[in-house]
């Protein structure tokens, strides 16, 4: 009973590494997303995507890039990070559109990302 | 104003206390209203979604008024695991007439024994 797994829990990272945020779900869900959550801010959608191959960007997608080659995985690369990049991110995942439909959206443990 | 406002807090009540927390939006077209809850350290999960007529699930009263323009969450006879904080999400229309969620920066609610 997965649900939506995020990896890794916990990350370190220097100023100008990249790195990749692994996000699956074994829901069959068709959309899913990408958020981060800093403190004074609500939850920001930096990129989402409704089916596999599909992807779009949010409300903060600058700094990041997505993919979606499966409907199961969605993973979120860091192309150089930079320590505005210092967040929680959290991966969710849903039946319907999030904006579109009323199903709930299902998130995972999420990352502590911290770049120094 | 922020398109979504929730009172920070933090509400510190004791157990068996009612506690109301509001949330108010500023698009007047918004269509759909949801509180998530959010334990310390943890992912947001779907409490429960804010229907026109309002509704109830066991302790847990949502209510909508659009003339106001504001939902509001009621938690009646307060539990020790009720501590949490409690998003207000709402789904609005961006500058493209597309939807999308707008999430409030959650109220902390404390319940202690």
């Known amino acids: 009973n997965a649900g939506v797994t995020q990896t890794p829990k916990f990350q370190v990272l220097k100023t100008g590494q990249s790195m990749t945020l692994q996000c699956a779900q074994d829901?069959?869900?068709?959309?899913m997303s990408w958020y981060r959550q800093d403190p004074g801010m609500g939850l920001r959608l930096i990129h989402y995507?409704?089916?596999?191959?599909?992807?779009d960007q949010g409300e903060v997608p600058n700094g990041y890039n997505v993919s979606r080659s499966t409907t199961e995985d969605f993973p979120l690369r860091l192309l150089s990070a930079a320590p505005s990049q210092t967040s929680v991110y959290f991966c969710a995942s849903s039946y319907g559109v999030p904006g579109l439909s009323n199903q709930p959206q299902h998130f995972g443990d999420g990352t502590r990302l911290s770049i120094l | 104003r922020k398109e979504v406002e929730q009172d920070p807090g933090p509400f510190n009540v004791p157990e068996g206390a009612t506690v109301a927390f509001n949330c108010t939006y500023s698009n007047s077209a918004s269509q759909s209203f949801f509180w998530y809850r959010q334990d310390c350290r943890k992912e947001p999960k779907l409490l429960m979604s804010?229907?026109?007529?309002?509704n109830e699930d066991g302790r847990f009263t949502a209510q909508l008024n659009r003339a106001s323009q504001y939902i509001s969450l009621l938690i009646r006879d307060s539990k020790l695991s009720d501590s949490a904080t409690y998003l207000c999400v709402v789904k609005a229309f961006n500058a493209g007439n597309n939807r999308k969620l707008i999430w409030g920066l959650g109220t902390s609610l404390a319940v202690n024994p």
């Open positions: 995507s409704v089916g596999a191959g599909i992807t």
């Open positions: 829901m069959n869900h068709e959309y």
């Open positions: 804010v229907y026109s007529s309002g």
